[in-house]
């Protein structure tokens, strides 16, 4: 059972940069193998594509995305992460990492002045 352990959730001003981790407690090996990404869900709203990553690096972005947000991950440590930056209140959302087929609890990313 793989089990995603998200942080780095918060509240932030705009204009603000902010940085969410993934970390895959039960991947083991197996996480080098594995594609992952990053999704959110705003108030109301259908839950959203941010970034995918697949085993060999190679990386996708949703629409509007790229640029402003950055997707990572270390093997070794089995995380992947995303990289916020120039956040708007438009931002707000809950934000997911998935890994495989597996999905993260979701933190919360709260973007106001």
């Known amino acids: 059972q793989v089990h995603l352990v998200e942080s780095g959730g918060g509240l932030v001003q705009p204009g603000d940069s902010l940085t969410l981790s993934c970390l895959c407690t039960d991947c083991g090996p197996m996480f080098r193998f594995a594609g992952m990404g990053w999704y959110r869900q705003a108030p109301g709203a259908q839950r959203e594509m941010i970034t995918n990553?697949?085993?060999?690096?190679?990386?996708t972005y949703g629409e509007l995305k790229k640029g402003r947000f950055i997707i990572s991950r270390d093997n070794s440590k089995h995380t992947t992460s995303l990289q916020m930056n120039a956040l708007t209140p438009e931002d707000t959302a809950v934000y997911y990492c998935?890994?495989?087929?597996?999905w993260g609890q979701g933190t919360q990313v709260t973007v106001s002045s």
């Open positions: 998935i890994v495989g087929r597996d």
């Open positions: 990553m697949s085993n060999d690096g190679t990386t």
